[in-house]
């Protein structure tokens, strides 16, 4: 499954909803105020690790860039432009969008 | 009503571009300055994202309105307060932001609320 | 929304006159709108004009009028940065008049 989240992780608890309910494997694509939660020293890192070590992290590179957090992104996260956000849409069966 | 100076507070704890409330803070901000007031600015929690160094908005065609406050001296608003333990919670320090602001400590936020006449939140 | 005509181009701009793109910008759109505005542009006027256009690259905001004044004054001297000099370059306004020569949206919070 593809989980999306678009919420900042100290401003709504998408993110901690989404690793508490989803099963392992999968992609957890964040984007908007979501970047937030893959940038270094953020509060939300050990959350961030455990999606790490359950899925496989994506970020869209458009969001992260107009937030001015590309120097912080977390290493193994991977950056998507919008033709990979219908891929990963595309690859998986089906979709959830932790809004 | 004329010769009385208040002190306003703009209270901005909102990441830039997810929501409105920080476009919306700052247009408001720039009409106040004409009315003479004692103005000053505060960042807590998401909101001290809005002042984060190297904002590119091109992908997200959104406009790039973090420029404008470095407009805010020209306009004799020269307070801009942080709380230091929102950057801490967010891996920023000072060097991180792209104007020169005052980075006060949770209490000494809360005393500097506590100061104002009007607090406007977004 | 309107359009005007310059060298066979169009532009669009807003019910009062302003340009929707200000980067389709160029300085014969600004003489044009200028005429509309029944001014004739003098080497004073561009001064304003590219001073307004530098603002508005560095912090994406057209200036209100006081803080217009405050910074040519600072930059090309107190003679011009005060409010009388501007006036009679812009008549109806050195913030919004000039702006809108210049290509760039009314001035925040002027109405």
Not at chain 1, 34 to 57: D, H, M, P
Not at chain 3, 45 to 72: C, S
Request: proline share 2%; charged share 25%.
């Amino acid at each position: 499954m593809l989980h999306i989240i678009n919420k900042s992780p100290q401003e709504r608890n998408s993110l901690e909803s989404c690793l508490r309910v989803a099963q392992d494997g999968g992609t957890l694509l964040l984007i908007e105020d979501a970047v937030y939660a893959a940038t270094r020293g953020n509060a939300a890192a050990a959350k961030l690790r455990e999606a790490q070590s359950r899925f496989k992290v994506c970020v869209l590179q458009a969001d992260l860039e107009a937030r001015g957090m590309a120097d912080h992104l977390i290493d193994g996260v991977t950056t998507v432009d919008y033709g990979g956000f219908v891929d990963l849409a595309a690859q998986h069966k089906n979709c959830q969008s932790w809004l | 009503m004329e010769g009385i100076v208040k002190k306003f507070m703009f209270i901005n704890r909102k990441a830039p571009y997810g929501t409105i409330y920080a476009l919306e803070s700052l247009e408001v901000v720039l009409i106040s300055a004409a009315f003479d007031q004692d103005v000053s600015l505060a960042f807590v929690d998401d909101g001290v994202y809005q002042l984060k160094k190297g904002q590119q908005t091109k992908g997200i065609e959104t406009k790039n309105f973090s420029p404008t406050y470095r407009a805010l001296d020209g306009y004799d608003i020269e307070k801009l307060y942080v709380e230091q333990e929102s950057l801490e919670a967010r891996g920023l320090t000072e060097e991180d932001l792209l104007v020169d602001v005052t980075v006060l400590s949770r209490k000494e936020m809360g005393e500097m609320m506590e100061q104002q006449d009007v607090l406007l939140s977004f | 929304m309107a359009t005007i005509e310059v060298d066979g181009k169009s532009y669009e701009t807003d019910e009062e006159g302003y340009l929707i793109d200000l980067s389709t910008w160029n300085e014969e759109v600004g003489k044009y709108i200028a005429t509309t505005e029944s001014l004739e542009l003098s080497e004073q006027h561009w001064e304003v004009i590219n001073f307004l256009r530098d603002y508005y690259n560095e912090f994406q905001i057209a200036p209100a009028v006081r803080v217009l004044t405050k910074a040519i004054g600072k930059k090309l001297g107190a003679d011009k940065g005060n409010s009388q000099y501007l006036y009679e370059l812009f008549p109806y306004g050195p913030a919004k008049q000039a702006c809108k020569i210049a290509g760039l949206p009314k001035p925040t919070g002027c109405v």
